[in-house]
RNA sequence: GCCCGCGUGGUGGAAUGGUAGACACAGGGGACUUAAAAUCCCUAGGCCUAUGUGCCGUGCCGGUUCGAGUCCGGCCGCGGGUACCA
């Protein structure tokens, strides 16, 4: 008998799906569609472990639903702009597209011989002129739609390389590669109008049953949707067209408590004290300093600036605060102004403590006693307190309740009004970098700005530039910049800003539905395979992506290029969790550090040495990423052991949902079960048919299989149905049934196993004589009536110990049970004569006698 | 800092509020073999006064419940996101 070899059953198999044309998605409309999609890879070079995980678990959705009778699409593309390349062209030279097609190409070669199910008729990538030409032509339709506009920004600015940067090359506060001190630097950028949509946003994610309720909450947390009160303080003396400052807060129950008012750095009424006062230019400065995340800004030591100005207090006009520049307040969020209350909030207590400012309470708990000079009395929300001041004598609700009441005031005394903000910030797709899509706008300087006209898209990214100096070539590059204004004629510049990478990733599911179209999409084929049934992806994209693609699905019905239905793209969302791996990382001479990749580094009693000795330094689990070199290549486990045990490895191991830290060991358990699996079809396939007396026992096992299988791939439960899989093995090859019953067996455990190891599923179906592709072949039913027992064993617990169990028939009265469960010796024993107060029967599950 | 998760044997993990540790990996023992590989069988949470009707046990502390890995509150640790990494 020959033997399980993978190396010649995998590729007669993927020639065999290839010719029979399985996998190409036709729309036609006598079968149901089902949509499957994985969130697409960057070209980083070569496929990683977290990829054939992703791409394994939606491949399984796909041939499920392929054997469940459904037309099922399931594209496969590249997300293909964006930084990386551009860094590996300063790095070793070469080109950003070169060396993007270049990985394309092996990632897809990597990517053939794991037997995924994939239309590849219909990939692209995002780089692709013909791709990125159709995004220019929704920009144009999203700005004649009102969706686009321009507004100054603020960027990290490298001032030694003279070069914007992305947050993640700050580290510490200065540039990665010249090791400057960030700067801020404002500049005119492009803008989708996300914001005008966060009312919809947040309300629509109700409609999403078959998402994540993290993802939602963390969503609806990001929208962050607030209810609060602006209003203004006067200004004493302020400097000329500055006489009141905006405030909005959502705290307007502790107004009488405030201490002091703070503007952001970036506030116009900083930006005017800074002109001509040196102390504040200097503070200003320092805080631009910090880079521009969020994460930077609100680690940073909490500092402020008194800037010497003081405002009335719209309540008491004898009452003055002074006003602070602080570096912890956003301009981007409300007004880019707060007023400190040190008596109910950690942060501004810090501040008064640190600056001495006075700190006094608004509310006290109902009873007990508080030391607000010592700490703030922040109570949970929906706490009922006392108040003192504003509402005085009150026992209010803090939160809603309280702010409601507040504001109610508020109004009646002329002070502001009630207002609804969202902490959703519109979204700036502006990036100066080449490697992206370009902005198909003209600078011209009779017209201003001139969008490109449709038929002189797509403006295409010149080939010719280097990257030799640091800045975005496109700046540089004159017959590509200079251009004729497509409205007057006259010379012109092109904009040479590039797109936000986040856009060509928020409609490249849409453009499946037709990838060669000359149009972003064709309504036909969008109305037929629109939505997305199913959407995989990794955990980390819970937040932009995700909103991003459901604001670009808004806006593209909008313009006509979706139906109504697609407004929320995705109607079901699985995340998965991350391939993990140790980080291996040293630091060079100026303390930056350096990463090194995991083959480079032995492992000793938990510590690790590079080939010289030197010790590195281990970051226990992180996500797998190409810049931090601790990225795992399966290619050495598919060329050893084939694409089955790869795909089956990656499913079994974890719960798809859950990180997993990356193991090697495991591969070759894996590999032995489908060899073993491969041997008992075999000789099943040899031996005669024939009936036997424990045909009914394997049977009955077989239809549970079936049901756990089935349970298990629609709720993404792989590992949990692997086991079963396993188990029914081992059932299988002990079992002394009949060949005819064991030939059943075997092929219904082909079919079970063919989602997750397609083409060992097929050579089994083959050698079985199954008819056709098992590819293709309907997905085996559950009997119910083989599902049930006629029998069932309770444990009996005494006090919620286990004490004995008893078996019954299954559908046994309570009394009955109970009567038996007390009669137990080993019950009996337990109780001792203790007379029980109470017995519990829950039918079919457990017996607790209570005493 | 803030938002969202996660935490179960040596390891990966299983468990609609109902027998904690299914199914595997690594380990130990055995069969077959001159030997090895391959294969097959057995074993396996910890502790103890150890073959018992024993005790402990799902990161820590507390609560709800006849019953908690699961629900609630408070901690600790780890991970993701934090708007220019994708």
Redesign the pocket.
């Given at each position: 008998m020959s033997?399980y070899d993978p190396s010649v059953i995998e590729p007669k198999w993927q020639e065999a799906w290839a010719e029979a044309q399985t996998f190409r998605a036709v729309r036609s409309h006598d079968k149901p569609k089902y949509y499957v999609l994985e969130?697409f890879?960057?070209p980083?070079g070569r496929i990683h472990i977290g990829h054939v995980r992703n791409y394994t678990m939606g491949d399984v959705i796909a041939r499920y639903k392929l054997a469940n009778g459904f037309n099922v699409l399931h594209p496969m593309g590249f997300?293909?702009?964006?930084?990386?390349a551009e860094n590996a062209a300063m790095a070793i030279g070469g080109h950003p597209k070169d060396w993007t097609y270049s990985n394309i190409d092996t990632m897809v070669a990597q990517m053939k011989p794991l037997g995924f199910g994939l239309d590849w008729s219909r990939m692209f990538a995002?780089c692709d002129p013909e791709y990125y030409g159709q995004q220019q032509a929704l920009f144009l339709d999203f700005l004649k739609a009102g969706l686009v506009y321009r507004k100054n920004?603020v960027?990290?600015w490298d001032p030694v390389d003279m070069t914007?940067?992305?947050?993640?090359?700050?580290i510490d506060g200065k540039g990665w590669r010249s090791g400057a001190e960030v700067e801020r630097r404002e500049?005119t950028?492009w803008f989708f109008k996300?914001?005008d949509m966060s009312g919809e946003l947040l309300e629509a994610l109700d409609g999403l049953d078959d998402w994540?309720?993290?993802?939602k909450?963390?969503q609806?947390?990001?929208?962050?949707k607030s209810r609060g009160l602006q209003f203004a303080w006067s200004l004493i003396d302020g400097p000329d067209g500055f006489d009141r400052i905006e405030v909005y807060t959502t705290r307007p129950d502790t107004l009488l408590g405030a201490s002091f008012l703070g503007i952001s750095p970036d506030h116009p009424l900083a930006r005017q004290l800074e002109k001509d006062n040196p102390e504040v230019a200097a503070f200003c400065a320092e805080c631009r300093k910090v880079?521009?995340?969020?994460?930077?800004?609100?680690?940073a030591e909490k500092l402020g600036f008194d800037t010497g100005l003081k405002v009335r207090h719209p309540f008491d006009t004898a009452w003055e605060l002074p006003v602070y520049i602080a570096n912890f307040i956003?301009m981007?969020?409300g007004t880019g102004a707060i007023f400190g209350c040190p008596g109910h909030d950690?942060?501004d207590h810090d501040f008064c403590v640190k600056y001495g400012l006075p700190i006094v309470e608004t509310f006290l708990p109902l009873d007990g006693e508080i030391d607000i000079q010592a700490a703030p009395f922040v109570p949970?929300k929906g706490d009922k307190v006392r108040f003192t001041r504003l509402l005085a004598g009150q026992e209010v609700q803090t939160g809603d309740e309280a702010v409601d009441a507040a504001i109610a005031i508020c109004e009646e005394n002329g002070v502001g009004h009630g207002v609804t903000k969202f902490?959703?910030?519109?979204?700036?797709?502006?990036?100066?970098?080449y490697?992206?899509c370009p902005i198909p706008v003209v600078h011209c300087d009779a017209c201003g700005v001139v969008p490109e006209k449709k038929e002189n898209l797509p403006v295409e990214l010149p080939y010719d530039v280097s990257f030799d100096t640091p800045g975005n070539p496109l700046d540089r590059h004159p017959t590509w910049r200079d251009c004729a204004c497509p409205s007057c004629g006259k010379p012109a510049k092109r904009e040479t800003?590039t797109m936000?990478?986040?856009v060509?990733?928020s409609w490249y599911f849409a453009r499946f539905t037709a990838p060669r179209a000359e149009t972003p999409t064709n309504m036909a084929e969008a109305d037929y395979w629109m939505n997305v049934d199913q959407y995989i992806g990794?955990?980390?994209?819970?937040?932009?992506?995700l909103?991003y693609s459901r604001f670009f699905a808004r806006a593209m019905h909008i313009c006509g290029h979706l139906p109504e239905k697609s407004k929320e793209p995705f109607n079901a969302l699985f995340t998965q969790?991350?391939v993990?791996h140790a980080i291996y990382q040293t630091r060079n001479a100026e303390g930056r550090p350096v990463y090194h990749y995991p083959e480079t580094v032995d492992l000793r009693d938990g510590k690790g040495f590079l080939k010289d000795g030197t010790e590195v330094e281990i970051?226990?689990?992180?996500?797998m990423?190409?810049?931090k070199n601790n990225v795992v290549d399966p290619v050495a486990i598919i060329e050893q052991y084939g694409a089955d045990t790869a795909r089956w490895f990656v499913l079994?191991?974890?719960?798809p949902?859950?990180?997993?830290?990356w193991?090697a060991?495991?591969a070759?358990?894996?590999?032995?079960?489908l060899?073993?699996v491969w041997?008992?079809a075999a000789e099943v396939a040899a031996s005669d048919a024939g009936a036997s007396d424990n045909d009914q026992a394997l049977l009955r096992e077989m239809h549970k299989t079936i049901d756990e299988v089935t349970k298990?791939v629609e709720s993404f439960?792989f590992?949990?149905a692997?086991?079963?899989?396993?188990?029914f093995?081992?059932t299988l090859?002990?079992s002394k049934a009949g060949a005819a019953a064991k030939r059943q067996a075997t092929r219904t455990l082909a079919q079970l196993m063919s989602p997750m190891t397609p083409h060992l599923a097929e050579d089994i179906w083959a050698m079985l004589g199954g008819e056709g592709l098992i590819a293709t072949a309907p997905w085996p039913v559950a009997d119910p009536a083989m599902l049930v027992e006629d029998t069932v064993?309770?444990?009996i617990?005494v006090?919620?110990?286990?004490?004995g169990?008893i078996t019954v028939p299954k559908d046994m009265d309570k009394a009955e049970v109970e009567k038996l469960a007390l009669a137990e010796a080993?019950v009996q024993?337990?109780l001792?004569g203790a007379i029980p107060?109470?017995v519990?029967v829950?039918p079919?599950?457990?017996?607790?006698?209570?005493i």
């Open positions: 033997r969130m890879p960057y980083s997300d293909a702009f964006g930084m990386p995002t920004a960027v990290n914007v940067l992305a947050n993640e090359q700050v500049l950028q996300i914001s994540p309720a993290k993802v909450l963390m609806a947390n990001w929208i962050g880079g521009t995340s969020e994460e930077a800004l609100e680690k956003l981007d969020y950690q942060r949970p902490r959703l910030r519109d979204w700036g797709l502006s990036r100066q970098r490697w992206g800003d936000d990478t986040f060509d990733s990794g955990i980390e994209h819970a937040i932009l992506h909103l969790g991350m993990t970051i226990p689990s992180a996500k990423s190409k810049s079994s191991d974890s719960p949902e859950r990180d997993v830290e193991t060991s495991g070759e358990a894996a590999s032995k079960h060899g073993r041997r008992i298990g439960g590992n949990a692997i086991a079963k899989l396993y188990a093995t081992n090859s002990k064993t309770l444990p617990q006090n919620g110990k286990r004490r169990e080993s024993r337990s001792d107060k109470k519990i829950v079919g599950r457990i017996v607790n006698v209570v």
